[in-house]
């Protein structure tokens, strides 16, 4: 998939005043998500894309699909995504385009948190677009009559492996049904193969556009390993935190408990931080964004809730204090930064227990650089670890017969320190048969000593 660097949009088949509004918003240049996905949207076409999070995406569907809208008529537009969050986002981004190009457009958001009977009132109106969350299908679909989606003509599914999990694959489904959209769009960062086994019965396998593989991971962002050298998380952090002073770095945690203790934590330090996590209730969540956009911190503790889609302003650096069970889940934290042509960094606190994630993410085209956190700050690390999927089936023999060369000699004096000083030199045997691997590659390229 070819895109340009520097393609304007006045290269699309849009309206001169669409041009020009775009224009005012500061929105020149397309990104790649929307160069590809445009100019099939606007032709009225359903498909599937898959980007990475900070690539453009929502205005890749919201500025086609308002293109196509007729101003007679009702409901012509759903967007179905799966957080409260996520909704009041992409609805300010829609919202900035209906007051500066399309001001004729009627449009709602349907999130819960308030009586059905308000929503179905909005319904009355005859909106074009909604913009709902996955709670709210339901009800709206038992509420309107078929003829209220005769005019529908798109369906907008963001964050879709989110959507079609358990917990809502039965709702969308049922909406997919029910409705026969002309145009369906699809989008998230990362599309599994039963999901995509779902999509396949309502989107054409010719219209599903992926990045190339070099560009899966955000070229913008740099990926660090931090080597705590065993210090205690907390400690370690104010150490990385004030030698870097980054002008807005947001940590994760995989744990609700993990990064409510870390904050409390930086508290008791002295550190001023936002917290975010899946306990709080939507208004406080909401209450804390709206400080955070304002400017009142520098530093914000989240769990995943966070790392889904949300578009935090202006972070600059990313935290993982751990890697998250799912390993998706790593792009879309690294994801928070680097976003719109901006530079960002991706540093994760690692143990000799993640080596397997570790090798994992590497296998998916991360690169790490790994340093070391010391009292001066982090340093490049004098070692390099190798990192393996299973242990070598040498190693484990050689060990298995060091020990077995001892095991008649139990009851003698000494016995488990002879067999702890022959299972080190197995292992050192080895480990400097991979250190020599190592030096070869980078003298020889990876060719063989001739």
Not at 29 to 41: C, G, N
Not at 142 to 156: D, G, R, Y
Request: with cysteine.
């Amino acid at each position: 998939m070819k895109t340009n660097n520097s393609l304007p949009f006045s290269s699309f088949s849009l309206r001169e005043s669409t041009i020009r509004g775009l224009s005012s918003l500061g929105y020149q240049v397309a990104t790649p998500v929307q160069q590809v996905v445009i100019p099939s949207a606007l032709r009225g076409e359903s498909l599937i894309a898959r980007f990475e999070t900070g690539s453009g995406k929502t205005h890749a569907f919201l500025i086609p699909t308002f293109e196509r809208l007729q101003s007679e008529g009702g409901l012509q537009v759903l967007i179905v995504i799966p957080t409260r969050e996520l909704v009041s986002q992409t609805y300010a981004f829609a919202k900035a385009l209906v007051d500066t190009i399309y001001p004729w457009v009627r449009m709602m958001r349907l999130t819960g948190g308030k009586a059905m009977e308000e929503d179905l009132h909005q319904l009355k109106q005859q909106p074009h677009v909604v913009i709902l969350t996955p709670g709210r299908l339901t009800s709206v679909l038992n509420a309107m009559n078929n003829t209220s989606f005769q005019q529908l003509k798109t369906i907008v599914l963001d964050e879709a492996d989110m959507l079609l999990d358990n917990t809502f694959i039965h709702e969308v489904d049922g909406l997919l049904k029910r409705t026969n959209a002309q145009q369906l769009l699809v989008f998230s960062a990362s599309i599994s193969k039963p999901l995509l086994g779902m999509l396949r019965q309502y989107i054409r396998p010719d219209h599903i556009f992926e990045p190339d593989e070099k560009t899966v991971n955000n070229a913008n962002v740099t990926h660090i390993l931090v080597d705590t050298r065993h210090q205690e998380m907390l400690q370690a952090f104010v150490l990385l935190y004030r030698h870097l002073m980054p002008y807005r770095l947001l940590v994760f945690a995989s744990k609700v408990a993990t990064i409510k203790s870390f904050h409390q934590g930086l508290a008791d330090q002295g550190i001023d931080a936002a917290l975010l996590h899946g306990e709080m209730s939507f208004r406080e969540r909401k209450m804390m964004l709206k400080r955070i956009a304002s400017g009142e911190f520098s530093l914000i503790c989240a769990s995943d809730i966070a790392a889904r889609g949300m578009d935090i302003p202006d972070i600059s650096d990313v935290l993982s204090l751990d890697l998250p069970q799912d390993l998706a889940y790593y792009f879309h934290r690294a994801g928070r930064t680097g976003r719109y042509q901006s530079k960002g960094t991706s540093y994760v606190f690692f143990t000799k227990d993640q080596q397997r994630a570790i090798q994992t993410l590497t296998e998916k085209g991360v690169t790490f650089t790994r340093m070391a956190l010391k009292a001066e700050g982090l340093k490049p690390s004098s070692s390099e670890r190798v990192y393996r999927r299973e242990e070598n089936p040498e190693v484990k023999r050689d060990i298995k017969k060091a020990i077995q060369r001892y095991s008649s000699h139990q009851v003698k004096p000494g016995y488990k320190k002879k067999v702890k000083r022959a299972v080190a030199r197995v292992k050192q045997k080895y480990k400097r048969k991979a250190i020599d691997t190592i030096v070869k590659k980078r003298v020889y390229g990876g060719k063989k000593d001739e």
